[in-house]
């Protein structure tokens, strides 16, 4: 079953259950499958790897959300936006631990021949590529920062 057709039914299984933010999440999660198919790029048919892309931002803007409301003092928006997060990351691979990251960054910076921080550009197009979804753009970029130094 692929990722799109997972999402259609626990969506079904949620509006059953009566579980408002859950359903909440999983319809925010096919609208945003729904625009980028009828965006044009795709022709009516969308990978799980880019579902998957799609979840990590939806992810990322609410725990984003959820810390300007932290920021603002409306915990209780801060909650539901967190809560919707758990339930869209629940469908996300398991990020990898710092020390598994460390592991594949030292490999790839072998592979391309890197030796200090004017090499992050060759290790960063390289890293992005094989660690999406696996780990945050951000944390592979001060992980490689943190390797690079003489």
């Known amino acids: 079953m692929s990722l799109e057709a997972q999402i259609n039914s626990d969506i079904k299984a949620a509006m059953l259950a009566r579980e408002k933010v859950k359903l909440e999440s999983l319809r925010a999660v096919k609208?945003?499958?729904?625009l980028a198919k009828t965006s044009g790029a795709h022709a009516d048919e969308i990978s799980d790897a880019e579902v998957l892309k799609i979840m990590q931002k939806l992810v990322k803007q609410?725990?984003?959300?959820?810390?300007?409301?932290?920021?603002q003092n409306r915990p209780e928006?801060?909650?539901?936006e967190l809560a919707e997060a758990g339930y869209i990351e629940a469908?996300?691979?398991?990020?990898?631990?710092?020390?598994?990251?460390?592991?594949?960054?030292?490999?790839?910076?072998?592979?391309?021949?890197?030796?200090?921080?004017?090499d992050m550009g060759k290790v960063m197009g390289v890293a992005a590529k094989q660690l999406a979804g696996k780990a945050d753009g951000r944390i592979?970029?001060?992980?490689?920062?943190?390797?690079?130094q003489p």
């Open 31 to 34: 609208a945003a499958i729904l």
């Open 91 to 118: 469908y996300l691979p398991k990020p990898m631990s710092p020390e598994e990251l460390e592991t594949v960054l030292k490999g790839i910076m072998e592979q391309v021949g890197a030796k200090g921080p004017a």
């Open 140 to 148: 592979i970029s001060e992980a490689v920062k943190k390797l690079l």
């Open 77 to 80: 928006l801060a909650e539901n």
């Open 62 to 71: 609410r725990k984003e959300t959820a810390e300007i409301y932290r920021q």
